[in-house]
């Protein structure tokens, strides 16, 4: 355990008690925390007493008391403060597995913690919790928790993921759902696996828990061209992912007379693949699952369609460029007829993106690489700016996956970029210019 401190919000309780970065914060009300769960839950408490290790080395016990669940006002240099868990699965569709070499170290860096399922929103597939870790989330109420189910066949899950612990989700989910613990499912839906009667088998036992199980989602297997040693896999094509509507709608149909909700969604990819026009907003019940590409294309579509009717008339002439991967470029062309329709002095320029980093299999924006943009796009005028979505770029950071940087980009192309996220508003604002 490390919780040292990296930086104390000014105002904050943090900086009334005179803590500083650099200090460790060792116990709360004499109990030492093994990690950010353990801090997260000790410090809720109104009556607090830390023992903290001061940066010059001075052991120091510093008593105050606040309101229940108010923050402390501390980043961490660490934010788990401990080691993330790395995943010990061998998975069939591992995307992981299908990287190139000489990628930088941490993109191979594969985890499988449930810290950063309740803080991040990652997925998990639980392989690797001992009885004693799911007493522990049931004891500090680490909910909701994001789980790579892909089969609730026990012995199809284990020859998914190559690992035998993989056999004991049913039983864990059962025992998390039996004290309350919410939890959000997706199945990675891999041909000749989990499709057909195993995905109704594994939709049917999670809908048996849905008082727990909140959304389920469906997502097609991404296949790179870097498959060397890899077992043979099948892409999910056009046919296969219209069969999976067909099922997927017969269990929203029940879920809705049921629950009100949905309960089980496709992806946009295998709407995409399918041909068949993305659902409406309402579908979606909330976009419970929208970072996990359910719902983002008619979220942003309705959110585009509220920002044009609402921004003001403008005069002046701007030429944009918007990239995109294969599978959106046509939605994202209607977009942006949408809204020349209204300022006809707006040129946007759709560019589709061919993914030859990863192979054209891979057909989305977000795992788009600087090398394909700057290929394929040199030469070119990119009018007044370069328009990507943030999902290209690494969190907080302004790299793609192959390293290349926007600064890379605008010095080759000649152009400055725009990053904008999976927001109609912050797409419009950026295309106007405002």
């Known amino acids: 355990m490390s919780a040292v401190i ?3 919000e000014p105002d904050s309780i943090a900086s009334e008690i ?3 970065a650099g200090d460790e914060i060792l116990k709360i009300n004499n109990t030492e925390i093994k990690d950010v769960l353990d801090y997260r839950f000790l410090i809720n ?6 023992t903290v290790l001061t940066k010059q080395g001075e052991e120091v016990e510093v008593e105050f008391e606040k309101d229940a669940y108010e923050p402390l006002g501390v980043e961490f240099e660490n934010s788990l403060m401990d080691k993330p868990l790395h995943c010990t699965n061998k998975c069939v569709f591992c995307f992981i597995d299908q990287l190139p070499k000489g990628m930088r ?3 191979y860096f594969k985890d499988d913690d449930t810290r950063l399922s309740f803080f991040q929103g990652n997925y998990v597939t639980l392989t690797n919790l001992s009885d004693d870790e799911i007493d522990r989330i049931i004891r500090l109420r680490i ?3 994001n789980i790579s189910v892909h089969t609730m066949n026990p012995d199809l899950r284990v020859k998914m993921l190559k690992n035998p612990k993989a056999a004991r989700l049913p039983e864990i ?3 998390l759902s039996d004290n309350g613990i919410i939890m959000n499912c997706q199945i990675v839906l891999c041909p000749n696996y989990n499709d057909g009667d195993e995905l109704s088998y594994t939709i049917e036992k999670l809908y048996e828990m849905r008082s727990s199980v909140k959304s389920v989602s469906v997502v097609p297997i991404g296949l790179t061209k870097h498959r060397e040693g890899l077992c043979e896999m099948t892409a999910v094509d056009s046919d296969k992912a219209k069969e999976l509507i067909t099922e997927i709608e017969k269990w929203q149909k029940k879920a809705l007379a049921e629950l009100g909700t949905g309960f089980v969604y496709a992806s946009d990819e295998i709407y995409l693949k ?3 026009p993305i659902p409406e907003s309402r579908a979606y019940h909330g976009f419970p699952q929208i970072e996990n590409g359910v719902g983002m294309i008619a979220s942003l579509r309705e959110e585009l369609t509220d920002a044009l009717t609402s921004s003001p008339a403008i005069k002046k002439e701007r030429t ?4 995109t991967g294969a599978a959106v470029h046509s939605t994202m062309c209607t977009f942006a007829e949408d809204i020349t329709k209204k300022y006809p002095n707006i040129k946007i320029n759709v560019e589709k993106i061919i993914n030859n980093f990863f192979g054209e299999q891979i057909t989305v924006s977000g795992l788009l690489c600087g090398c394909d943009i700057i290929e394929q796009l040199r030469g070119k005028d990119m009018g007044d700016n370069l328009i990507i979505t943030k999902n290209m770029l690494r969190d907080g950071e302004n790299v793609l996956l192959d390293d290349v940087t926007t600064e890379d980009i605008e010095r080759e192309l000649d152009t400055k970029i725009i990053a904008v996220g999976d927001d109609g508003y912050e797409l419009l604002e950026a295309i106007l210019g405002n």
């Open 6 to 8: 990296k930086s104390v």
């Open 18 to 20: 005179g803590l500083e």
């Open 45 to 50: 408490d109104e009556e607090i007493t830390l």
């Open 105 to 107: 170290e941490s993109l």
């Open 143 to 145: 909910s909701p928790i």
């Open 173 to 175: 989910m059962q025992r």
């Open 274 to 276: 399918a041909g068949v």
């Open 320 to 323: 944009v460029t918007l990239i």
